[in-house]
């Protein structure tokens, strides 16, 4: 890790390879082979957004040895525990311009000591940084009361929490402690029953975040699939616009957002300047084939043409 400290501490349960099958421009096969997994491109925004991002999670087996080695390539920081199963890998086929998954194996909860020790290294290293990105998992790798043990002890060690959770994850987290900066999606609130399929009303969305709210989260920051990006920090409301690109693969763009979040929370911006940040690299990042990457020149630039404003009408 060399001298420098970490400035985000992130819990990346879910780590994978991604083996993806392409088409060259001589017309032969094209193979790629990437690390994978929330947390990572998390990071891999955040490095781009000059941030010295720390990843925490499981890895094991074949998959995880070459998750490790691959590391080195992006510049990345890696603070990995140990564990018995092998970590997934998800491969896809792009070669007739869609993606198509081709195999995928499915994560596997850990041991009850690897979670102890999953757990202790990375409330070691969130608590060095004193800044720490939460994602969550799809399947089971920690039991959900992890969270909640997490959720504690954060807040016990006045460590400011970015999270990008939802589901049981993200309840039993504001069971133990409260959140500074929660980032959800649309999807996610539908996912969770927050918010219903046939109702896509202003007001709508407004209940669902005062609820995310009441239960914990001080700051909520909500992206919207075609629809601008909607926040709460305090009793501020506002809306955020970003110019339309013409995207490579709109997947990670969310991830990206919650970089921007996390860097601007470490550089103690205000909440207009926030936004504008998170919405410029989650734009940045449809640009660009590879998840949580972007040209980190595109990035000043987008930020100052994201339209961030108060909410109208203004919620009572």
């Excluded at 970490?6 to 193979?31: K, Q, W």
């Excluded at 995880?64 to 990995?80: E, N, R, W």
């Excluded at 998954?101 to 969130?126: M, N």
């Excluded at 998992?137 to 959720?151: A, K, M």
């Amino acid at each position: 890790m060399g001298h420098q400290r970490h400035t985000v501490a992130i819990f990346a349960p879910v780590l994978y390879l991604t083996v993806t099958i392409e088409t060259s421009s001589s017309g032969n096969d094209e193979v790629h082979i990437h690390p994978g997994g929330q947390g990572f491109w998390t990071a891999r925004m955040l490095k781009h957004l000059q941030e010295r991002p720390l990843i925490c999670g499981p890895l094991g087996g074949e998959s995880g040895k070459v998750f490790i080695g691959l590391m080195s390539q992006f510049g990345m920081d890696l603070s990995s525990v140990d564990v018995a199963y092998r970590s997934p890998v998800v491969i896809n086929d792009r070669r007739s311009g869609e993606r198509k998954t081709i195999a995928d194996s499915p994560p596997v909860q850990i041991e009850r000591h690897e979670i102890d020790d999953l757990y202790g290294r990375f409330l070691d290293k969130a608590m060095t940084s004193n800044l720490c990105v939460i994602t969550g998992q799809s399947d089971e790798i920690v039991p959900p009361g992890f969270y909640r043990r997490l959720g504690h002890d954060l807040a016990a060690g006045e460590v400011t929490v970015v999270a990008d959770l939802h589901g049981p994850e993200l309840k039993e987290f504001l069971k133990g402690g409260s959140i500074d900066v929660l980032k959800v999606s649309d999807e996610d609130l539908h996912s969770d029953g927050l918010l219903s399929r046939n109702t896509t009303g202003l007001e709508d969305y407004i209940q669902a975040m005062r609820r995310l709210g009441q239960a914990g989260a001080r700051s909520v920051v909500l992206s919207r699939q075609h629809e601008p990006a909607m926040a709460r920090f305090g009793d501020v409301w506002y809306e955020a616009r970003t110019p339309e690109l013409v995207p490579a693969d709109h997947r990670g763009a969310g991830d990206s957002m919650t970089a921007g979040l996390a860097a601007a929370s470490r550089r103690g911006l205000d909440p207009e300047a926030t936004l504008r940040l998170a919405c410029a690299a989650g734009a940045a990042n449809v640009t660009r084939h590879g998840l949580g990457s972007a040209d980190a020149d595109l990035i000043p630039g987008l930020t100052e043409k994201v339209d961030v404003r108060p909410l109208s009408p203004t919620p009572v």
